[in-house]
């Protein structure tokens, strides 16, 4: 499937899913003028996987996935490799009133059910 890589640090361990094991890092995260911007690698470790959708998600505690969630946005037509995403929470009334956020990358294959997620990041 794939696996979310940074440039010189990986998890120690990966995240199972279905077989194969993939470590998910976000290379870069930043979060200003409620704006949260995330710079990630997407590498294809089976080599007959293609990506369905790259979603940032965010979420006022630690846990944060596609069910534990207050705001997201999809990303689709991907290609492995580098990407940089952009999310603009202006407009999110419950992202504004929130005193934490978290956030994380997730990503589907069309070959699979499950997301494969990156290191949840606290953005304040």
Sequence with gaps: MFELLSAGYKTERGFMKK???????????????KVV????KINQVVETASIDRAV???????LVDN????????FTNLTP???EFTFDLSDNG????AKFLYARV???ARQGNDYIFSEVTQLR
């Design 19 to 33: 077989g194969e094991i993939y470590e998910g890092v976000i290379e870069k995260i930043d979060f200003q003028n």
């Design 37 to 40: 911007k995330v710079k990630c």
């Design 56 to 62: 940032i998600y965010i979420s006022k505690t630690k």
């Design 67 to 74: 069910v534990a969630k207050i705001a997201e946005k999809s």
């Design 81 to 83: 490799g580098e990407h």
């Design 94 to 97: 419950v992202t504004d009133a």
């Design 106 to 108: 997730g990503v589907k």
